[in-house]
Structures are given as structure tokens and as C-alpha cells.
Nanobody, 123 residues
Framework: VQLVESGGGLVQTGESLTLSCTAS????????MIWVRQAPGKQRGAVAG???????HVATSMKGGVTISTDNAKNTAYLQIHNVKPEDTAAYYC??????????????????WGQGTQVTVSS
């Protein structure tokens, strides 16, 4: 099982950015996944995810600021960040779990992790 994130880079405040997470070894269709970010000097925090039933979950602090989706044909999940701010600067990771029923905000519950993609927002 492998998860590979892409789409990070340097962006300007106010722009939108779409991150991708492509999976191999399992299908996103019917599988739970989550986007997590870690800002410099801070702990990892959940951003948004999709449960095994397809329900989207967005962290309260991120509502209105992100859109999560999947393209099952491409086995890829997406995280669109709208109107980025300097505080969105972080390494963004995706994680998945083939055995999870539903969804979990507990990061320790997730089995497979990508290597992360860095997003840097300039002011």
C-alpha cells in the first residue's frame, strides 16, 4: 500500500490550491481517508476526511476553507484549500485505512500514510 501526495509548493495569500493523494494497493472507493497537516513547530492536526460510506468530514476550524473529494477512477483524493493564508503553511499528509468502518479524527487510528507535500504561503 502506498499513498503519494502532490500539488504542494509556494503560493500567494488569497490563492487556491489543490493537493492530490494517489493510492496504490487499495481503492479509495469504500475506504476511509484523511488529510492531516503539520505546521512548523506544531503537532499534526486533522483537516478533513472521507469515511468508508463516502461521507465528508471537515474539521470545525477548516469549514468553509477546504473542499475534499475523490476521483475513484483515478484512485485519487483531493484537498482544495481556498483563499490560502500564511497560517496554512504546513506539510500536508494523507492517510488511509482499509479496515476502518466509518471515520475517525484520531490520527493514531490510521494505518497508511503518505510522505507529505509542503505548502508554503507567502504574504
Amino acid at each position: 500500500v502506498q499513498l503519494v501526495e502532490s500539488g504542494g509548493g509556494l503560493v500567494q495569500t488569497g490563492e487556491s490550491l489543490t493537493l492530490s493523494c494517489t493510492a496504490s494497493g487499495f481503492a479509495f472507493d469504500g475506504t476511509s481517508m484523511i488529510w492531516v497537516r503539520q505546521a512548523p513547530g506544531k503537532q499534526r492536526g486533522a483537516v478533513a476526511g472521507i469515511g468508508s460510506d463516502g461521507t465528508c468530514h471537515v474539521a470545525t476550524s477548516m469549514k468553509g476553507g477546504v473542499t475534499i473529494s475523490t476521483d475513484n477512477a483515478k484512485n485519487t483524493a483531493y484537498l482544495q484549500i481556498h483563499n490560502v493564508k500564511p497560517e496554512d503553511t504546513a506539510a500536508y499528509y494523507c492517510a488511509g485505512d482499509k479496515e476502518m468502518f466509518g471515520f475517525s479524527w484520531y490520527l493514531g487510528a490510521w494505518t497508511y500514510w503518505g510522505q507529505g507535500t509542503q505548502v508554503t504561503v507567502s504574504s
